[in-house]
C-alpha cells in the first residue's frame, strides 16, 4: 500500500496536474477585444493583429523601435529641484514622483538618445505617458532644452515623440513656463538650419499640443492618435455646437491640413530614416 501511496499516487498527480500559465503570455487588445500572443504582439510592435489598433509604448520601446539595432545612446538630463512648491492634493508630490519612478525605471516623462536611423545621425527624445500621464514639468522642459542643444552640436535632426496629458499640475506656473521654453528649443534647432520633426502618438493633449508640438517641419501622426487642446466635451459646451466625429484623431487632422503624415508604427523608422535624407539633401540615385 505504500508503495502505491508513496510512488504511484504522485507521479499521477503530477501527470495530471495543471500547469500554470504566464499571465503575461497573452495581452487583450483594448479596440477590438481580440487576444493576441504576446511575442506576436511585440514582434509586430504592439500593433494588434487584427484591427491594427495601435497600443500605448514605454520610452524603451520607442528607441528600440526608431533607432537602427544597437546604435543609441541615452544621454544624462539636468537635474531640476524636486517638487518646488511642496504641492499636495491626495498625497504629496514627493511621493508621486517616487512611485512613478519606481513604476518606470526612469526619472521623469522624456528619454533622450542619439544615435543613427538608417545610417544618419539623429537625436530622438520620447515622452512616456505611462510617468504622470506624460506631463510637462520642469523636467521635460529641461530635457527637451539639452536634446535641442545635442541636435545643434551633432549637426543632427531632433525627433520627438510626443505622448502627453498637458501641464503636470503639481509644478503650477512653473509647468506653464515650459511651454516657451520648449518653443525656444525648436527655435535653436530650425536657427541651426537642422529638421525638426514631430511624432504624435496617443494622446498628446494640452499644453505639449499648444507648444513645440504642433511646430515640427513635419508632423506625423500613429493612426488614430487623439491629438487636440481641451477634451471634446469642454469644447463642444463651449462652441455649443455637435462636433464631428473623430474630429480630434490624427485622420480627421491629416484629412484637414493640420498633419504631414500618418504612418503605422512598423513602417515608421523606415519613413523617418527617408525624410532625415530628404531633409538634409542626401543625394538620391539618378533617374534611369
Known amino acids: 500500500m505504500s508503495w502505491l501511496t508513496e510512488y504511484v499516487r504522485p507521479k499521477i498527480r503530477t501527470l495530471f496536474a495543471r500547469r500554470d500559465v504566464p499571465e503575461n503570455l497573452w495581452v487583450q487588445c483594448p479596440a477590438c477585444q481580440q487576444m493576441i500572443f504576446h511575442a506576436e504582439l511585440e514582434k509586430n510592435q504592439k500593433v494588434c493583429t487584427a484591427c491594427g489598433h495601435h497600443m500605448r509604448a514605454d520610452a524603451d520601446e520607442r528607441l528600440r523601435w526608431t533607432f537602427d539595432a544597437d546604435s543609441y545612446s541615452r544621454i544624462e538630463l539636468p537635474k531640476v529641484p524636486q517638487d518646488p512648491l511642496r504641492f499636495r492634493d491626495s498625497q504629496r508630490y514627493s511621493d508621486r514622483l517616487r512611485a512613478a519612478r519606481e513604476a518606470t525605471g526612469a526619472e521623469d516623462a522624456l528619454t533622450v538618445a542619439h544615435g543613427t536611423i538608417g545610417g544618419a ?168
Open 121 to 288: 545621425k539623429a537625436v530622438v527624445a520620447v515622452m512616456d505617458f505611462s510617468f504622470l500621464a506624460g506631463s510637462m514639468g520642469a523636467a521635460v522642459g529641461e530635457g527637451l532644452v539639452s536634446a535641442a542643444k545635442l541636435a545643434v552640436l551633432q549637426e543632427a535632426p531632433l525627433i520627438v515623440f510626443t505622448s502627453s496629458g498637458g501641464a503636470r499640475m503639481q509644478e503650477g506656473a512653473i509647468s506653464l513656463m515650459q511651454m516657451p521654453r520648449t518653443v525656444i528649443a525648436t527655435r535653436l534647432v530650425k536657427e541651426a538650419g537642422l529638421p525638426f520633426i514631430v511624432v504624435l502618438t496617443d494622446p498628446t493633449t494640452g499644453g505639449v499640443t499648444a507648444s513645440f508640438a504642433m511646430l515640427g517641419d513635419l508632423q506625423i501622426a500613429e493612426p488614430g492618435a487623439l491629438i487636440g487642446f481641451a477634451g471634446a466635451r469642454v469644447i463642444a459646451q463651449t462652441v455649443r455646437e455637435t462636433l464631428p466625429e473623430g474630429f480630434q484623431r490624427a485622420e480627421y487632422l491629416h484629412e484637414h491640413g493640420m498633419l504631414d503624415m500618418v504612418v503605422r508604427r512598423t513602417e515608421m523608422a523606415a519613413t523617418l530614416a527617408r525624410l532625415i535624407g530628404l531633409l538634409r539633401g542626401a543625394e538620391l540615385p539618378a533617374a534611369a
